[in-house]
């Protein structure tokens, strides 16, 4: 059972940037970020699959928001600029090890292991 950990959220003032992190306990086959504001339910942020490393983002973080990972599939990062006050969540790391039923980055159900989460909190 692959078991997931974020770290990296924080406080930071709107323009700002941060950088997110996650570490698998095992060997992956793809990797998301969600969030979810208080009272709203848990959002796509973005995903990647590390075959050919494709990569997708919610409309509302392109441009601003990058994913990445290291060539070991373990380890996951979101790199955040520009950040606005409605960015403001608690942020998710997602797994899928190899041979799980994946769907679409987009789908929670893609994904068989979630972090604890990690409070990102933006300023106006």
């Known amino acids: 059972q692959v078991q997931v950990v974020e770290s990296g959220g924080g406080l930071v003032q709107a323009g700002g940037s941060l950088r997110l992190s996650c570490a698998a306990s095992?060997?992956?086959?793809?990797m998301g970020w969600f969030r979810q504001a208080p009272g709203k339910e848990r959002e796509f942020v973005a995903g990647i699959k590390w075959t050919l490393n494709s990569v997708w983002y919610a409309d509302s973080v392109k441009g601003r928001f990058t994913i990445s990972g290291d060539n070991d599939k373990t380890t996951l990062y979101l790199q955040m600029n520009s950040l606005r006050p409605e960015d403001t969540a608690v942020y998710y790391c997602?797994?899928?090890?190899?041979?799980?039923?994946?769907?679409?980055?987009?789908?929670?159900?893609?994904?068989?292991?979630w972090g604890r989460g990690t409070q990102v909190t933006v300023s106006s």
């Open positions: 095992g060997r992956t086959y793809a």
């Open positions: 997602a797994a899928t090890r190899v041979g799980y039923d994946y769907r679409t980055p987009q789908t929670p159900l893609s994904y068989n292991a």
